[in-house]
Structure formats: structure tokens, C-alpha cells
């Protein structure tokens, strides 16, 4: 396995605005040592850690990233719409996290998001620059996406780093998918995994990680079924 048990879902998304710097400080405060985010684009080329397209949902602000350059964004207050508390928090850039992951030397899933209004080269060069730059330990790094062409982009740029194939539910080609970018793990929503999958994926000599999970109960059944790890956003339910 690769990963941890838990792996913290946009850092601790219940207990801190999701990822943000606060959210990776609690992460490592509570001893969890994976964290998952969000890897994005914005209209002038910089590489953002942020999920959605637009402001709308995390923010008092509105607009949509494919509009907006860093510096329209960068000192919009993302911590608000969790708490006061937390009214300081901005957008980062994928290399501002990088640095702050790689000092708390934290393991990291970064899952590199896809939407309409760019290309999967206009953000796979910039990010595999950025992992260039600023990471060391690539024995702690996952690349996940849901887009599989980003991740044969990567695949081809360098192969010896690790990717994971997100999914919804697991297709019937899932095999040769994962081995056109001999990818390590496969992550799936837990709710549409089956057992003869989970057993598949095991067989396979693949790690299997399955999201978003927030229920004890739901977990035991999980690791049972042969799942290794789990994103959650409050990894304290679980001590």
C-alpha cells in the first residue's frame, strides 16, 4: 500500500475550509499524514489549488477561473463561507502548496481536475514543472484524475511517477485503462463498489482507494471488503 488508511479529502474538509493552508496545518496537527487536493487552471496559465470552476460556491465572490488570472483571485477570502475563524485563507498555487506539503513532508494525492474550457496539455505541462520544482519524495505522491488523457500525458512525460485512475463507478475496460498508464491504484466512489471488483482490483496487484467516506461503520465494511485506503473529510471520526 501506498498510501495511508486515511487519506485527508481536501485536507480535513469538515473541520477547516477544504484546500486551503489551514486545512493541510490541521491535517498534520492531527497526525494524518496523506492529504488529497485539488489541482486547477486559471485563464492565464497558473495552476491553482482550488475544485470548482467557478467562485461562487467557496467564496463572496463570483466568475469563472477560465476568465480570471491569479492575480484576480489572489487575495479573495476562501475561509469565510466555513467561519470567520478562518477569513485569511486565499488561493494558493500549486507550487506555494507543493513547498508547505513538502516541509510537513506529508504524503499527497493530487488529483488533477479537467473542465471544459482548457486542454489536458494546458495543464499537465505546467504541473509536471511544478512537481519538478518543488517536490522530492515521489514515493509519497500520487496523480490521480478523472480525465484519463491527462494521465497518459503524464504517463508519457514521465513514467516512473505514480498515477491513480479516478473513477465514478469501475468501467467493464478498467484493466487495459490502467495498464496503458501502468497506474498503481484506482480510486472509486465507494458507494458503487462491489466486492468481486474490490477482489479484481486487489488481484490486479493494484491499491484501491475509495471516496468520500464519513461513517465508521461504512469503513469497517470497506477494509473488509479488501480496500486499503480512504478519503474522508474529518479523519477524527475514526480514532
Not at 83 to 101: N, Q
Amino acid at each position: 500500500m501506498i498510501a495511508s488508511r486515511l487519506i485527508a479529502h481536501r485536507g480535513c474538509a469538515k473541520l477547516a475550509p477544504e484546500n486551503t493552508l489551514a486545512a493541510m496545518n490541521l491535517t498534520q496537527k492531527l497526525g494524518v499524514d496523506w492529504v488529497e487536493i485539488d489541482a486547477n487552471l486559471m485563464a492565464d496559465g497558473s495552476v491553482v489549488i482550488f475544485h470548482d470552476d467557478t467562485l461562487d460556491r467557496l467564496t463572496d465572490h463570483s466568475g469563472e477561473l477560465k476568465s480570471l488570472s491569479y492575480s484576480d483571485v489572489a487575495d479573495v477570502d476562501i475561509g469565510s463561507h466555513f467561519s470567520a475563524v478562518f477569513k485569511d485563507e486565499r488561493i494558493l498555487t500549486l507550487e506555494a502548496m507543493l513547498d508547505v506539503l513538502a516541509k510537513q513532508e506529508m504524503g499527497l494525492n493530487l488529483e488533477i481536475k479537467r473542465y471544459e474550457h482548457f486542454a489536458p496539455t494546458d495543464i499537465v505541462n505546467p504541473t509536471i514543472t511544478a512537481i519538478e520544482q518543488c517536490w522530492k519524495d515521489f514515493d509519497r505522491l500520487i496523480i490521480s484524475s478523472f480525465d484519463h488523457e491527462i494521465l497518459k500525458l503524464i504517463y508519457q512525460a514521465k513514467p516512473d511517477w505514480q498515477l491513480g485512475q479516478l473513477w465514478e463507478a469501475l468501467p467493464d475496460d478498467w484493466q487495459k485503462r490502467v495498464d496503458a498508464i501502468q497506474a498503481v491504484s484506482v480510486h472509486l466512489d465507494h458507494t458503487l463498489l462491489t466486492p468481486p471488483q474490490a477482489r479484481a482490483i486487489k488481484d490486479a496487484g493494484l491499491d484501491l482507494y475509495v471516496y468520500t467516506v464519513n461513517d465508521v461503520n461504512e469503513a469497517t465494511r470497506l477494509f473488509d471488503m479488501g480496500v486499503d485506503g480512504i478519503f474522508t473529510d474529518d479523519p477524527t471520526i475514526f480514532r
